[in-house]
């Protein structure tokens, strides 16, 4: 969190730079936003609210939520209220699916099984898969997505606790980590790497597959103010998705 600069007014009473306490206001705001304490559609502090919290001007305030709001980090809605914007999937080449309402979408029943969890320090291969160089804290998620009684997916995904320190809380027997995340966390940068492999012996299990069994892995790791958030490794068996996109010479139409 930044620190205010300290300086002494005239009368010799203290009083904080404007500049310094725009971006202690600013980095609060973004770190409850971030943290995901603040998920998507929550009503942030009104104007007067800030300002008796920060003890500052109205104007400071407003600054803040106008740069906030340039950025896409929140919605500001007259005589409404300040609210955590939704993340715009459409920012991505491919949007960032719930597989979830994905297969509701169908028609099809859904069911969904935690395999593994473990909370654990990074290891090299986690830090690798994340692309930092950084030790922290993850969470390390394992489940299987299943369509019409058939398993649909296996989920192997990495969260980084230092960025999104509330997933430890979660109970992800009940809500698959992707839906969580999608409800919870804004993000602003996804990469994804789609290749087409061989089930390897966890896939062959969890998917119920016979070897050798051709499968579409679809790699995605999200980041929100460049800080990584997670990165997913999705395995589906090749007959049971495709991956569609309409375009026209200038972009993504949809």
Excluded at 43 to 54: A, D, K, N, T
Excluded at 110 to 123: I, N
Excluded at 150 to 164: G, Q, S, T, W
Excluded at 201 to 206: E, V
Aim: net charge positive; with cysteine; glycine share 4%.
């Amino acid at each position: 969190m930044a620190t205010a600069r300290v300086s002494k007014s005239a009368n010799g009473k203290a009083h904080t730079a404007p500049q310094a306490l725009y971006q202690r206001i600013r980095a609060d705001l973004e770190e409850n936003i971030l943290s995901g304490r603040w998920p998507p559609g929550y009503r942030i502090p009104f104007e007067h609210e800030l300002v008796e919290s920060y003890n500052c001007s109205r104007m400071t305030v407003n600054k803040v939520l106008s740069g906030l709001a340039a950025a896409g980090v929140i919605e500001r809605k007259r005589r409404v209220g300040s609210f955590v914007a939704k993340p715009l999937v459409q920012s991505a080449v491919l949007h960032i699916p719930d597989i979830q309402a994905e297969i509701a979408k169908r028609g099809e029943a859904y069911a969904y099984e935690l395999l593994t969890r473990k909370r654990r320090k990074a290891t090299k291969d986690d830090l690798e898969r994340l692309g930092i160089d950084k030790s922290c804290d993850v969470l390390v998620l394992s489940c299987r997505h299943i369509a019409k009684g058939r398993p649909f997916a296996l989920e192997e995904r990495l969260i980084n606790l230092d960025v999104v320190p509330p997933a430890s809380e979660v109970d992800f027997t009940r809500v698959p980590p992707g839906t969580w995340l999608l409800g919870h966390v804004p993000w602003n940068e996804a990469e994804h790497r789609i290749t087409a492999s061989l089930a390897d012996d966890i896939a062959l299990k969890a998917l119920t597959l016979k070897k050798p069994a051709a499968c579409l892995v679809v790699e995605r790791r999200t980041w929100r103010k460049n800080k990584i958030i997670t990165s997913v490794r999705v395995t589906y068996p090749n007959d049971l998705y495709q991956l569609t996109a309409r375009f026209t010479p200038t972009g993504l139409r949809s």
